[in-house]
């Protein structure tokens, strides 16, 4: 029953979420041994269809691992879920691991199967214990972790037995990236989010860029040595939901930190940003989405459509618009992935993110 009346909370809230990285199959999260994993529970959103998710059943509010085993023994996973109260509290989270695989090319629809699933939990608790009694080099294996309270909070895994250990597969990937924003300036309704992010295993060459959602971006370039901090200055204070995303160029790893604007705090602000009905579908997509809001005042929109790294590869500019907009935008001509979808109005900005697969 618990199930049942989680799964009609979510549909409600699926519009109104942006995703992560790892909330995609597609692009799960390398667990490393020896490094404690930290992400924020997803919220609002639903899980792709395919994997069959065993005793978890309805899966919702997804986090990915992928598990890479580098050196051999077993190798036992553990962790839990707390609020972000004064006093953290446990949120109750289901989970579900597959394996073992040769490779994880291709098996969010075709191998997560029933046979395959080594252990399933979706009982009341926060805890997760992941067991590989056997695990051996080469092997890999995936693991979906479900917020199943919906509750904003984080879940935190480390590897707490077993003479085994992974490795943070071949290719990079981040450990953390924080992002802090100050409050606003009222000489100009401006704001700074600054932070750092932490990776491992990244490549030798191009670029390593740090771009917000509300604005700003920076740029760094190979060698790249790890923690990188950095500063986005002048955005917009609004109170909007933003995000600040990192990418290297030459590596498909990303992460992205959600975090709130300060509100406008000059009294003599700009008229009130009145977007509505803000939706993107379907979700994930084949390669044709629809775009689709409302807008109650007359403000000049943008429309744009950006790839992991900020990149656009749609841009709309609506000159004194108001009222409802609905727009198919056809992605097939760019590489399969996640993209961010962001509206922008004049004194605010709302994003969505999808999956083209």
């Given amino acids: 029953m618990k199930k049942l009346v989680f799964l009609i909370a979510v549909s409600f809230f699926i519009s109104s979420n942006v995703l992560k990285a790892q909330d995609s ?8 041994s020896g490094i404690a994993f930290d992400s924020d529970a997803p919220t609002g959103i639903a899980a792709e269809a ?9 899966a919702d509010n997804p986090t990915w691992i992928s598990i890479e085993v580098g050196s051999p023994g077993g190798i036992t996973i553990t962790g839990s879920g707390l609020d972000f109260g004064t006093v953290p509290a446990p949120i109750d989270i289901d989970y579900v691991y597959w394996g073992p695989f040769g490779s994880l090319a291709g098996i969010c629809y075709s191998e997560l199967t029933a046979a395959n699933i080594l252990g399933c939990d979706y009982s009341g608790s926060n805890l997760v214990n992941i067991s590989l009694p056997t695990a051996a080099p080469g092997d890999f294996y995936i693991c979906m972790i479900s917020n199943y309270a919906n509750a904003t909070g984080n879940i935190h895994l480390e590897q707490t037995a077993g003479t085994g250990s992974t490795n943070c597969g071949s290719g990079c990937s981040f450990g953390s990236l924080s992002a802090s924003p100050t409050a606003c ?11 750092s992010v932490v990776f491992y295993n990244s490549p030798s060459t191009g670029t390593l860029t740090i771009f917000g959602s509300c604005g700003g971006s920076q740029t760094f370039t190979a060698p790249f040595v790890s923690p990188v901090s950095y500063t986005l200055s002048g955005l917009p204070s609004n109170g909007s939901s933003c995000f600040v995303s990192a990418a290297f160029s030459a590596d498909s790893c990303s992460i992205n930190k959600m975090y709130t604007a300060p509100p406008v705090c000059n009294s003599n602000a700009i008229e009130e940003y009145a977007i509505t009905d803000f939706s993107v579908f379907p979700n994930p997509s084949n390669g044709t989405i629809q775009l689709a809001f409302n807008q109650a005042s007359v403000q000049t929109m943008t429309i744009a459509i950006m790839d992991v790294l900020g990149r656009n590869v749609y841009t709309e500019v609506l000159s004194k618009f108001t009222g409802a907009y609905s727009q198919k935008v056809d992605l097939t001509p760019f590489n399969k992935g996640v993209y961010f979808v962001k509206v922008s109005g004049e004194n605010g900005t709302e994003i969505r993110k999808i999956i083209y697969q």
């Fill in 185 to 195: 300036d009222s000489t100009d309704n401006s704001y700074s989010v600054s932070g």
């Fill in 25 to 32: 199959c597609l692009t799960p999260v390398p667990f490393c």
């Fill in 50 to 58: 395919g994997p069959d998710y065993g005793c978890v059943g309805a």
